[in-house]
């Protein structure tokens, strides 16, 4: 007479290890998905906010761009800014080339800081300004 057999302890043992790492793998995976996703979309944010700025820059007259001006506020305003975690927008206008005082020409470098946990994220937009309109 044969004697029916079911599963044995280590088979369930090792099937529940197996189900186990297969979901913390998903978890692991789906969490890097989102921060990933959150990380992109501030990204872009920044980089609409830039682009805004700069785009207002270019139709501003040479003669309303103090020379100098280091870390002011932005010539527009700043609609999507609040949508980065602790965004900031900085406006510097130089003088250009560095150290120049002829004050024909102009670097405006647009700057979006955000904090994404403990770091830091920024991008910045660079341009030359001149008498004759922007990039001469």
């Known amino acids: ?12 043992l090792i099937a529940v290890a197996i189900v186990g790492l297969a979901i913390t793998v998903l978890l692991g995976a789906f969490s890097f998905a989102v921060r990933t ?3 992109a979309r501030h ?5 609409r906010v830039a682009s805004e700025e700069m785009e207002l820059l270019r139709v501003t007259p ?6 100098n001006q280091n870390q002011g506020a932005f010539v527009g ?8 975690p602790q965004g900031q927008a900085t406006l510097t206008i130089a003088n250009y ?3 120049s005082t ?4 102009r670097e405006v470098t647009v700057e979006v800081r955000w904090n994404e946990g403990i770091l830091v994220r920024q991008i910045s937009l660079t341009t030359i300004v001149g008498e004759g309109g922007i990039n001469p």
């Open 102 to 105: 002829s004050g024909s020409m």
């Open 77 to 84: 305003t700043v609609s999507d800014l609040d949508r980065l």
């Open 1 to 12: 007479m044969r004697r029916a057999r079911g599963i044995g302890l280590i088979e369930v």
């Open 62 to 67: 040479f003669a309303q761009f103090p020379a």
């Open 43 to 47: 990204t872009a944010v920044a980089h």
């Open 97 to 99: 080339p560095s150290g």
């Open 37 to 39: 996703n959150l990380r």
